[in-house]
């Protein structure tokens, strides 16, 4: 476990909120957070200093994308991946796997690891364990995904209990392997909506001597009531002391959900994918841009926003922009999106600091016109 990773809990709200702060060689980051994916080694439309300037101090980079193009040994060369795409904040780094195991009919899994074809040039590529933790420590992220095995959602439980086992096993040589003092080292729990499974794989996870563990297999494909049941029979089972990630979510419904069971971090492409498309969201819902309801409409994308795009253009002009497929629709669209995820959590943060999170999170469906999914 690596020594240059600390994580201190400050406060837990009744609700279960958590509030804290985790530091890494590269920065302070306060729980719980948003982080920006820069899947290649940018967060798409955006200047590294735009997204700081936002607030964001950790953002991340996929392992698998970074490993076909331009290969860990061009990133190392540069001095690591915070130096070639010039990021002075933390990194977290996935281990690849949720791409490999969404590859169907392209990989082959076995005990020791899974082979599969580049999708760029067809060449066979061979991914470990130990493999997956040796791209990451070329990476130089502060923090490392072990590889796991993800399971369809909607799978025979046989195959979920197959990937457990295989990635708990996987955890294991991840842990033994890794020799890189300043990266932390993150284990994944798996056990797809199954509540007797989730908490029989967090139990064997947590019992491994990680610096922090995540919450793997979830919003691919669920409903949101099993996600969040999901997570209220998981995160119980896991370390108090130590950070709780939950990958690749998600909405901003999502993020108040989960900082309520218990997580402390997110990611997520939807506010970066979604601003290349025209959908926008705010504080009372989200705005598709292209509608033709906004030709004439002079009002910002969100009235109770204070970012860039909201305080210099109106909706008229960014559908302008979006239906002309101007690049500057992408980046004022993912500037606002971007503000808007990372000023939620410093919102949820403040409620958390002044116990009021309950309250915020009335607020926060009152504004949508939407009623609390129930506890």
Not at 69 to 97: E, Q, R
Not at 251 to 270: I, S
Not at 279 to 301: A, C, F, W
Not at 345 to 352: L, T, Y
């Amino acid at each position: 476990m690596s020594k240059a990773f600390t994580f201190t809990l400050k406060k837990t709200d009744p609700s279960g909120a958590r509030r804290g702060v985790f530091k890494t060689t590269h920065s302070e980051v306060e729980t719980p957070v948003f982080m920006p994916v820069g899947t290649q080694g940018t967060v798409k439309a955006m200047l590294p200093e735009q997204v700081s300037d936002m607030g964001a101090r950790i953002v991340l980079g996929n392992t698998y994308h970074l490993l076909l193009k331009p290969g860990p040994d061009i990133v190392k060369a540069h001095g690591g991946l915070h130096k070639f795409m010039n990021w002075d904040g933390s990194i977290l780094t996935d281990s690849g796997g949720f791409q490999i195991f969404s590859l169907s009919g392209m990989r082959k899994l076995d005990d020791d690891g899974v082979t599969f074809r580049s999708p760029i040039d067809g060449a066979l590529v061979r991914l470990t364990p130990e493999r997956a933790i040796d791209i990451q420590q070329a990476l130089g992220s502060d923090i490392a995904m072990v590889l796991d095995v993800c399971p369809a959602a909607d799978g025979p439980k046989k195959d979920i209990v197959k990937a457990m086992e295989l990635s708990t096993a996987w955890a294991k040589r991840c842990q033994d392997h890794r020799s890189l003092d300043t990266q932390a080292v993150f284990g994944i729990v798996q056990g797809g909506t199954h509540a007797d499974l989730r908490q029989q794989h967090a139990e064997q996870i947590c019992s491994l001597d990680f610096n922090g563990f995540a919450i793997g297999g979830l919003s691919v494909g669920e409903t949101n009531e099993e996600m969040y049941a999901t997570l209220n029979v998981t995160t119980p089972h896991m370390p108090t002391e130590k950070p709780r990630y939950l990958m690749g979510v998600g909405t901003p419904e999502d993020l108040v959900e989960g900082v309520m069971r218990g997580v402390d971090m997110f990611d997520c492409v939807l506010p970066t994918r979604t601003a290349r498309t025209g959908k926008l969201y705010t504080h009372q819902g989200e705005v598709v841009i292209k509608q033709s309801s906004y030709r004439e409409d002079m009002n910002p994308v969100d009235p109770l926003c204070d970012c860039y795009t909201c305080r210099n253009y109106t909706r008229s002009y960014l559908r302008h922009l979006y239906t002309s497929k101007e690049i500057l629709a992408s980046i004022l669209n993912t500037t606002h999106n971007l503000h808007y995820f990372i000023n939620l959590m410093k919102e949820i943060r403040r409620a958390i600091d002044e116990d009021r999170f309950m309250q915020y999170r009335s607020e926060f469906y009152a504004l949508r016109g939407k009623t609390p999914p129930v506890i």
